[in-house]
T-cell receptor, first 116, second 114 residues
């Protein structure tokens, strides 16, 4: 079945530094990828939607200059948290889909970001 | 706009008992509906999905859900709970056209008592 690989699974960084999270579709072409943020014991909050080769569409309230999303190929999307602060600490999850493959969404395993 | 309401943030059942997790949706167009399971510090795994075919949908691990348009519901059931079913469950809705974003419910934590 469809597999999405997300790396790293966890990362600790210092305040003010940037962190890049990768999301790769291993066995299908992901025409659309989604990035979510999840706080402890809460639901997933959509941050942005990205289509290959296009600029990401950010949800209201999400700072596009802080959360940089790149979807340069049909198998790779990246989320870069720039100038991270402790309040950016969270669980980030990507999801990928290809409309032509049975309309399914495949999720990555998530990245636990801790900013100290 | 679409929305999902999961009734009960926490459900506890005994091993072998019926599992019922409730989900009601709101959508201005015929929706696609999904149930996902999440184990601690992991991503989401699809249990089942409704995409306008049969209203009774069977999924993995013995779960099933029934789409009831008149009740705007998509409740998840399993006849006999196993200890391994303990996890967080999310109901989600999307519009049917194209690669539309998923809108998630608040989640229901399922606890299985031995």
């Amino acid at each position: 079945g469809a597999v999405v690989s997300q790396h790293p699974s966890w990362v600790i960084c210092k305040s003010g530094t940037s962190v890049k999270i990768e999301c790769r579709s291993l066995d299908f072409q992901a025409t659309t990828m989604f990035w979510y943020r999840q706080f402890p014991k809460q639901s997933l909050m959509l941050m942005a939607t990205s289509n290959e080769g296009s600029k990401a569409t950010y949800e209201q309230g999400v700072e596009k200059d802080k959360f940089l999303i790149n979807h340069a190929s049909l198998t790779l999307s990246t989320l870069t948290v720039t100038s991270a602060h402790p309040e950016d600490s969270s669980f980030y999850i990507c999801s990928a889909t290809n409309q032509g493959q049975g309309y399914g969404y495949t999720f990555g395993s998530g990245t636990r970001l801790t900013v100290v | 706009a679409q929305s999902v309401t999961q009734l009960g943030s926490h459900v506890s059942v005994s091993e072998g008992a019926l599992v019922l997790l409730r989900c009601n949706y709101s959508s201005s167009v015929p929706p696609y509906l999904f149930w996902y399971v999440q184990y601690p510090n992991q991503g989401l795994q699809l249990l089942l999905k409704y995409t306008s075919a049969a209203t009774l949908v069977k999924g993995i691990n013995g779960f099933e859900a029934e789409f009831k348009k008149s009740e705007t519901s998509f409740h998840l059931t399993k006849p006999s709970a196993h200890m391994s079913d303990a996890a967080e469950y999310f109901c989600a809705v999307s519009e049917p056209q194209g690669a539309q974003k998923l809108v998630f419910g608040q989640g229901t934590r399922l606890t299985i008592n031995p």
